[in-house]
């Protein structure tokens, strides 16, 4: 049997990675950060000094690094030409310069046909999979059995965001997340958008546990 896709979008810090991983885990399927795909190709540019803002320049050399993700929920691993960059791809350098990178249409073209073939391997050869990003519902896997848009308030977002990487300062993270946030959606390529066909579901004031449950009844439902 074909397996199913479960498509999450949403802003920065709305609960997507550790929902998307949640559900994944509870109903056995694979998972797919595809942030971490912009952020490993973000990761090759500046370790090759490679100008981010010059949109030729990156467009000229995003098919060199091979990135390669691996999508087991409760290890999911991403590499760029063999080596562990999990924990490289969450530094400043690369936060501040991933949304540049990702606003290059030959990156996008890049790894979104990457991130279709993992989706068709695990549709394939597993129960299906949960994947997550900006553009999921709306380029990526646009016929997903389970379209859902995550949201908070900002407040809420900056709040999860600063515990996660144990930042002091909720404001200048609340700032972090609204340039971002504003890149991503301003953009010409494939723009942060919520579509009226996803479920739209605001996570502000709720518990992990319950945000997962909630999207668990979309997929038991789902035709
Ligand atoms: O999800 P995360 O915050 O790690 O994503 C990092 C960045 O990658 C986003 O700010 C956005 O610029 C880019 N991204 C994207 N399309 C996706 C996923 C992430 O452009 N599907």
Redesign the pocket.
Known sequence: AEGIVIAIDGP?GSG??STAKGVARVRELRYL????M??AMTWWMIEHQVDVDDAAAVADAASRPVITMGTDPNAPTVQVDGSDVARAIRGQAVTEN??AV?AVPAVRSLLVRQQRDIIASACAETAGIVVE????TTV?APDAAVKVYLTASAEARAQRRSSEVSATDVAATQADLAR?DL??SSRAASPLTQTPDAMELDSTGLGLKEVVALVVKLVDDAP
């Open positions: 920065s997507k990675s950060d595809t942030g971490a912009y952020r991933v949304s990702s990003g900006r553009d999921i990526v971002r890149l991503d």
